[in-house]
């Protein structure tokens, strides 16, 4: 029997108000620890996005500002 045959008598709010809602109540857990570990790691990439960037904009500042600029520390 498909999900489609089971689902064909029942009423709307059935299909789209009970079962979503059951689902979020059987797997909250697993899609809540989902969305931290994807919001943690977009965190962590930001973070390293932004310390390079700052490292280039430092070695480029002390570079610009002294030697003899062809490239050699």
Not at 22 to 51: D, E, T, Y
């Amino acid at each position: 029997m498909a999900v489609k045959e089971l689902l064909t008598g029942m009423p709307w709010w059935v299909k789209w108000v009970a079962i979503p809602v059951i689902a979020v109540v059987v797997f909250g857990g697993l899609i809540a620890s989902a969305v931290f570990f994807v919001v943690k790691l977009l965190f962590k990439v930001l973070v390293f996005v932004v310390l390079v960037a700052g490292l280039v904009y430092v070695v480029r500042k002390f570079k610009g500002s002294g030697g003899s600029g062809d490239g050699r520390w």
